[in-house]
């Protein structure tokens, strides 16, 4: 799967609600109860990320959940991309970009979301075939002034502000015309996974689903 066709799938996959819920699980437990209250919430597209030793299991486990649309987080490896598309990973999420996760993301026909944080690697993974784009660290580097200045020259440039975007200023992103969605963790806050309030994550979800109406 070439860039272009790679990008062409995330834009589909990202139009799909305002908010990408980036999901870190630590207990196995939680994986299709969450999966399934961000779901009846109105945000079907879930990342888990690569950070605990359950994540691989809970791709698979929220895979099976009807509607989910599951992709890993945090990839850094061509292995990792390998070990996700294994547990049933739709997609794939980077914080950057590098040859070995292009390579292995067209062998394995996995849809990347590469990571840009500035106008020169946004600029090369626009050369490389790539016009959906993770904006990350988002609020660091630079937020939603910083993000709508990079419309200008690279209008053809699609992304999804990630890191430090919450409930607060996820509008302030989402009403800029080169962003199709965010990515943020306020959604599956860990307290309400422990406590097992599903009821209060699909709330959240549903508040997030809502956000550009």
Known sequence: MTPDRQSARMRD????????????????????????ALVAGGLPVLEVTLRTPVALDAIRAMSTVPGAV????????????????????TFAVAPGMSDSLIGTCEKCALPMLPGAATA??????????????????????GGPSYL?????????IGFCPTGGVSV????????????????G??????????????????????EAASLTS
Not at 70 to 89: E, K, M, P, W, Y
Not at 188 to 205: K, N, Q, S, V, Y
């Open 13 to 36: 996959i990202c139009a799909r609600a305002p908010v990408i819920p980036v999901i870190v699980i630590d207990d196995i437990a939680h994986a299709q109860p969450l999966a399934r």
């Open 70 to 89: 599951v992709g890993a987080g945090t990839v850094l490896s061509a292995d990792d991309i390998h070990r996700a598309r294994n547990a049933g990973a």
């Open 120 to 141: 020169s690697e946004a600029m090369q993974a626009l050369e490389m075939g790539f016009d959906m784009l993770k904006f990350f660290p988002a609020g660091p580097a």
């Open 148 to 156: 709508k200045a990079l419309g200008g020259p690279l209008p053809g």
């Open 168 to 183: 607060e200023n996820a509008r302030d992103y989402l009403a800029l015309p080169n962003v199709l969605c965010v990515g």
């Open 185 to 206: 963790s306020w959604v599956a806050p860990e307290a309400m996974m422990r406590a097992g309030d599903w009821a209060g994550i699909e709330t959240l979800a549903r």
